[in-house]
C-alpha cells in the first residue's frame, strides 16, 4: 500500500503548503447548482480567491449527513437534471481549465455503488478527479472501494467525528488517502455561528493519530467565517473545507451572476487569508 | 433468541445485505446500541419485564381466529387471522417500540425520536414512550400527515412531538432521513427506535426479534387449531417487520410456504408502485445495503401505495436475503385488489383492516383458491383499519365518478 504518493494532486498540494505552513482551503461546489454552465466559472473564481482544493458534489436523493442548505442545492441540481455522468463531464472540462488543480468528488455511496465501484472509479479518474469522499461509507464496508482507488491512484478520503475513539481513529487515518476529513461537531453539513468547545479537542486527537501515518487533517462541517478558520488553523487543521457558506453564497446571488462570482472570490479570498496567519 | 435461531447475520450481514452504511458521527452510538441489545436479550430481567409489558399493557398473546366466512368465500384452503389489529394501539408496532423503549430505558436514554409512514410506528412509539416516562418526537413526512390526521392526533395525545418533514417526497423515506439528521445532531442523548427491519445493524436483526413473538405465537396455536404447522404463512411487506416477525420462528420449517406481498400500487408496468423486491435494485440507503427502487443514475425514486405504510423504497436486508435463497416468496398486490380485500373482510368478518394487511388478505383469498380444503394458511392482520376509513372513502368515490364519466 502506497501510503504517500507525490504524483497525486492532492498529496502534492498538502506538501507544498504544508512548506509555507499555512493550511488548505477545500472549497465545496455542489455539480448543476444554480447550474452546469455556471459550475466551471463558480470553480474559477474560487481558486482565483485561493481555493487550494475544489471539491464538486454529485448530488443524491437523500442526502443523509447534509443538513437544509446542501438538501436544498442537491434537490435543485437534481431536479434541473443533474446526473452523475453529467458531473463527471463537466469535471472533464474543469481538468482541462486546471490541469493542476486537486479536485475531488464528494456523493454518497449508492452513486459509485449502481454503476459499479470500479467502473464508477475507472470514470472518475479519466474525467481527471483526484480522489473521492463518501460520507455514508465507514471503514468496515470499504474494502472493495479502497483497493479499486488505490489502484487508479485515487485518495480516498473518510471521515472523521468528535466521538471517534482512539482505536477507530487510527482505522480511519489507515484507510484515509489524501487526507482526513474531521468532522467539527455533532450535526449534519451547514453553516454555523459559533464553534463549540469540543471542536479543538477533537482536532488534537485526530491530528495525534494521523500525524503518526503522515497525514493532513481537514476540518469541516459548520466553518463560515474567517474567525472559525483561524481558530481550527490554531487547534492544529491542516485544511479548511467549506461548503454550506458558499452554497449560500450562490443562492443569495441567483439574481446576478457577476455579483455572485465577485462574492464567492472575496469570501475564498477571505478565509484563505485566515489559512495562512 | 430463540433456538431455532439460523446462524446470521454475520458481521452484521444477510448474505450481502444489511451492513452499517453510516455517517461516521453514528458508529458509536450503532455499537452501543449493538452491545447493549447483546447483552440484554438474553437476559432474564430484560425479558421477563418485556413480557410483563407485551402481556398485561399490550394484551398478548393476539388471537389466531379461524375466519370462516372468508374460508368459506375464498373455497378452498382454511384461512386464519394472526389478529395483530387486537393489540394495544391498532397493530403489530407496538411490539417493537415496547422492546427498543424498555431497552432505551436501560441504556440511560431519555430522548426518543422516531419516524413514521403511516403513524402506526408513531403512535406505537408515542404509547411505550409514555407508558415507560421517556420523551418522543417523531418525523413524519407532510404527505403522510395529509393523509393520516387521525393517527397525528393520537400522536399529540400520547405526548409525543410530531415534525412535519418537507423534503424529498415528503414519505417514510423521507422522514427516516430526517430522523437519522436528529440523530447525527443529538447522538450523545438521543435513542433513534427504528420501526421496522430496515437500516443499519443491529437494528434489522433486533426488531425481527422483538417481532418474532408473533411467529412463536402463530405456531403454538397452530398446534392445538391446526393439529400441526400451517401449509402457509402471508403478511404484507412494506420495510418488512410484521412479516419478518411472521417468517422468522418458521425459516427452519420447510414444510411452510412463506408469502410477503408488497405493495403493486397502480400496477408494476405503471411505475407506480413500492414493489421494491418485484422491482428493485441492489444498493445502499438508510444505513442499509439492500433491493431499492431506484433510477439507472442511484437515485432513489419516489413510490406510490393506496397504503402509507407500505410506501417506502427499499426493503429490510433479511427479506432480500430470503428472496435470492428462494426461501420466501415475494408477490405484488395492487391497489384495487387490497381495496377490495379491505371491503370482503369488513363484510365478512366484521373486521375492519388495515390497508398494509389488506394486501395480504388480497394474496391469501387468491392463495387458498389453488389449495386444498384441508390444508391451512395463516395471515398476519398486522393492523386495523380505522385510520384507512377517509382513504378508502375517497377512493371509492373517485372510482364512482370515473365509472359514471365512462373514463
Known amino acids: ?277 | 433468541m430463540s433456538s431455532d435461531a439460523i446462524d446470521y447475520p454475520v458481521n452484521g450481514k444477510f448474505g450481502r445485505y444489511g451492513g452499517k452504511y453510516i455517517p461516521e458521527t453514528l458508529v458509536p452510538a450503532i455499537e452501543e446500541l449493538e452491545s447493549a441489545y447483546a447483552r440484554y436479550r438474553d437476559d432474564a430481567d430484560f425479558k421477563n419485564e418485556l413480557e410483563y409489558y407485551l402481556k398485561q399493557y399490550a394484551g398478548r398473546p393476539t388471537p389466531l381466529y379461524f375466519a370462516k366466512n372468508l374460508t368459506d368465500y375464498a373455497g378452498g384452503a382454511r384461512i386464519f387471522l394472526k389478529r395483530e389489529d387486537l393489540l394495544h394501539g391498532g397493530a403489530h408496532k407496538t411490539n417493537n417500540t415496547l422492546g427498543q423503549g424498555l431497552l432505551a430505558r436501560r441504556m440511560g436514554k431519555k430522548r426518543i425520536i422516531a419516524e413514521t409512514g403511516a403513524g402506526q410506528h408513531g403512535v406505537g412509539t408515542a404509547m411505550a414512550c409514555a407508558v415507560l416516562g421517556l420523551q418522543a418526537e417523531i418525523y413524519m413526512g407532510s404527505k403522510d400527515i395529509q393523509r393520516q390526521k387521525l393517527n397525528v392526533f393520537r400522536m399529540q395525545l400520547l405526548g409525543a412531538k410530531v415534525h412535519s418533514v418537507d423534503s424529498g417526497s415528503r414519505t417514510l423515506k423521507d422522514a427516516i432521513n430526517e430522523a437519522i439528521r436528529d440523530w447525527i445532531s443529538n447522538v450523545r442523548d438521543t435513542y433513534y427506535l427504528l420501526g421496522s427491519v430496515v437500516g443499519p445493524h443491529p437494528y434489522p436483526a433486533m426488531v425481527r426479534d422483538f417481532q418474532s413473538v408473533i411467529g412463536r405465537e402463530i405456531k403454538e396455536q397452530a398446534a392445538k387449531l391446526c393439529g400441526g404447522l400451517p401449509d402457509a404463512v402471508v403478511a404484507c411487506v412494506g420495510g418488512g417487520s410484521n412479516a419478518m416477525g411472521t417468517f422468522y420462528p418458521f425459516l427452519n420449517d420447510l414444510s411452510v410456504s412463506l408469502y410477503g406481498i408488497e405493495a403493486g400500487g397502480q400496477g408494476i408496468k405503471s411505475g407506480k408502485h413500492s414493489a421494491t423486491l418485484a422491482a428493485g435494485s441492489l444498493g445502499i440507503l438508510h444505513g442499509m445495503m439492500t433491493y431499492l427502487l431506484q433510477d439507472d443514475d442511484g437515485q432513489v425514486l419516489e413510490t406510490h401505495s393506496i397504503s402509507a405504510g407500505l410506501d417506502y423504497p427499499g426493503v429490510g436486508p433479511e427479506h432480500a436475503f430470503l428472496k435470492d435463497i428462494k426461501r420466501a416468496k415475494y408477490a405484488a398486490c395492487v391497489d384495487q385488489d387490497a381495496v377490495s380485500a379491505f371491503l370482503t373482510l369488513s363484510k365478512l368478518e366484521g373486521i375492519i383492516p388495515a390497508l398494509e394487511p389488506s394486501h395480504a388478505i388480497a394474496y391469501s383469498i387468491k392463495l387458498a383458491q389453488s389449495m386444498r380444503k384441508d390444508q391451512n394458511i395463516v395471515v398476519t392482520l398486522s393492523g386495523r383499519g380505522d385510520k384507512d376509513v377517509e382513504v378508502v372513502q375517497n377512493y371509492l368515490k373517485l372510482k364512482n365518478k370515473h365509472m359514471r364519466s365512462g373514463a
Do not use: W
Open chain 1, 1 to 277: 500500500m502506497r501510503l504517500r504518493n507525490e504524483a497525486n494532486r492532492v498529496d502534492a498540494k498538502f506538501c507544498e503548503l504544508s512548506a509555507n505552513g499555512e493550511a488548505a482551503l477545500v472549497c465545496y461546489i455542489m455539480a448543476g447548482y444554480p447550474d452546469l454552465k455556471s459550475t466551471e466559472s463558480i470553480i474559477a473564481s474560487l481558486v482565483a480567491g485561493g481555493a487550494d482544493i475544489i471539491e464538486v458534489g454529485i448530488p443524491f436523493s437523500d442526502p443523509i449527513a447534509d443538513g437544509p442548505t446542501m438538501q436544498q442545492a442537491s434537490f435543485y441540481a437534481l431536479e434541473n437534471g443533474m446526473t452523475p455522468r453529467k458531473a463527471l463531464k463537466a469535471i472533464q472540462g474543469i481538468r482541462a481549465r486546471f490541469p493542476d488543480l486537486p479536485i475531488l468528488a464528494m456523493t454518497y455511496s449508492n452513486i459509485p455503488f449502481k454503476t459499479g465501484i470500479e467502473n464508477f472509479l475507472n470514470e472518475a479518474q479519466r474525467a481527471g478527479l483526484d480522489g473521492m469522499i463518501l460520507p455514508d461509507m465507514p471503514v468496515e464496508e470499504s474494502e472493495s472501494y479502497v483497493n479499486a482507488a488505490r489502484k487508479l491512484n485515487l485518495c480516498t478520503v473518510f471521515l472523521a467525528s468528535p466521538n471517534t475513539p482512539e482505536p477507530r481513529l487510527r482505522s480511519v487515518v489507515e484507510a484515509s488517502s489524501g487526507f482526513v476529513y474531521l468532522v467539527s461537531v455533532y450535526g449534519t453539513t451547514g453553516a454555523r455561528s459559533k464553534v463549540e468547545d469540543y471542536t479543538a479537542n477533537a482536532i488534537k486527537k485526530a491530528k495525534y493519530a494521523a500525524h503518526l501515518a503522515q497525514k493532513p487533517v481537514a476540518v469541516g462541517f459548520g466553518i463560515s467565517t474567517p474567525a472559525h478558520v483561524k481558530f481550527m488553523v490554531g487547534a492544529g487543521a491542516d485544511g479548511i473545507i467549506v461548503g454550506s457558506a458558499i452554497i449560500d453564497r450562490i443562492q443569495e446571488n441567483l439574481g446576478n451572476k457577476k455579483l455572485m462570482l465577485s462574492e464567492l472570490e472575496s469570501f475564498a479570498r477571505s478565509m484563505k487569508k485566515a489559512c495562512k496567519a
